[in-house]
């Protein structure tokens, strides 16, 4: 393997992993994942233009690569016998259980968003690209990305205020 190769992963690898952990919600399939990134973006290195960044270039890949998953019948027979998990949050003083806590319900309400507007909610604020960048990633206009992240808050919004009220529900007083 290259050193170009090796130093590319290593500023990249774990950014990429994040990202395709956001799609697939499986950190061993994000690792697949991102595995196929840097290999595809080995086969094919003379194909980035040097139009955006290469960190952008490999996120685009990741998103694919991404999606290929989800549609592919690997992950239907994953979902089929309940394999998904979300990462189990370590045990700390209060505090930061509570905002463990919140990070989960976010998580779940978040994964419970449609494909599309799951993808412009992690790109935009958990990767932290601009809607032009978004746009590319996607294949899409700005608008388009626009008017998703606005229905995406709403959709978002509308998820844990109902959250909320169902564990008000479930108090007894």
Not at 4 to 25: D, F, K, P, S, W
Not at 73 to 79: D, L
Not at 129 to 151: C, F, H
């Amino acid at each position: 393997m290259s050193e170009h190769l090796t130093a590319i992963m290593a500023e990249h690898g774990e950014y990429c992993l994040r990202v395709a952990y956001l799609y697939v919600r499986d950190w061993s399939i994000a690792e697949e994942i991102v595995q196929d990134v840097f290999l595809a973006y080995y086969l094919q290195q003379d194909r980035f233009e040097q139009r955006a960044s290469l960190k952008t270039y490999l996120v685009k890949i990741t998103v694919h690569k991404s999606h290929d998953y989800l549609r592919s019948w690997k992950n239907k027979r994953h979902q089929l016998f309940g394999k998904l998990h979300f990462g189990a949050s370590k045990r700390t003083p209060e505090r930061d259980l509570i905002q463990a806590q919140e990070r989960v319900t976010l998580q779940a309400a978040l994964f419970e968003l449609p494909i599309s507007y799951r993808e412009v909610l992690i790109l935009y604020y958990y990767q932290e690209l601009k809607v032009r960048e978004i746009a590319e990633v996607l294949g899409s206009t700005d608008n388009t990305v626009k008017t998703r992240l606005r229905r995406a808050r709403q959709l978002l919004q509308n998820k844990l205020e109902q959250c909320d009220w169902e564990v008000l529900g479930d108090d007894i007083f």
